[in-house]
């Protein structure tokens, strides 16, 4: 059996300082500031316990899994590699542009440009000149000079009176 534990005795407490004893007894509370707790562990909501419970039992799926139930299957390639065509052309193109970077100009040999001027054969110059005279006549034309003239009408329009008279007929 076991024994009911026991008070202990007046002696056996810890014995405190008389000037603390006193300051304790003579404590006013009213001097004392008002503070609010606020609780910092604040429990997950519904929604959070919901996605947990969810996740949990995904993870638990994945690991549980029996790979045994899975059914073996070929896979093809879709993405091959090039044939060997399209290596060598590929190797064509690398060559011919790190022939161009790598080129040395120092080796190539310095030459002289001619400029010919060739000059139009005698039919095109007079095809030309008669162009230019033409534009000249054309923007040099002195509209004074002009005989003024009457125009006669020789088709004249019917007048209303025998446009009726047809129509009536």
Do not use: W
């Not at 008389?18 to 562990?41: C, I, P, W, Y």
Request: avoid cysteine; charge should be negative; proline fraction near 7%.
């Amino acid at each position: 059996m076991s024994a009911a534990p026991l008070s202990p005795s007046l002696k056996d407490l810890p014995k405190v300082a008389v000037d603390l004893k006193s300051q304790l007894e003579g404590f006013n509370h009213d001097n004392m500031k008002r503070a609010s707790t606020t609780e910092k562990n604040v429990l997950p909501t519904a929604e959070d316990v919901a996605t947990e419970k969810t996740q949990k039992a995904l993870l638990e799926g994945v690991e549980g899994f029996d790979t045994g139930k899975l059914k073996h299957t070929e896979t093809h390639e879709k993405n091959p590699l090039p044939d060997k065509d399209a290596v060598m052309q590929e190797k064509v193109h690398q060559n011919l542009i790190s022939g161009v970077e790598g080129f040395d100009k120092a080796r190539m040999k310095h030459t002289t440009t001619q400029e010919k001027n060739v000059l139009p054969d005698p039919e095109a110059i007079e095809a030309e000149k008669g162009q230019q005279k033409l534009i000249e006549g054309i923007e040099n034309f002195d509209p004074k000079k002009l005989k003024h003239t009457e125009t006669q009408e020789k088709n004249p329009l019917p007048t209303k009176e025998a446009i009726d008279q047809e129509k009536s007929a």
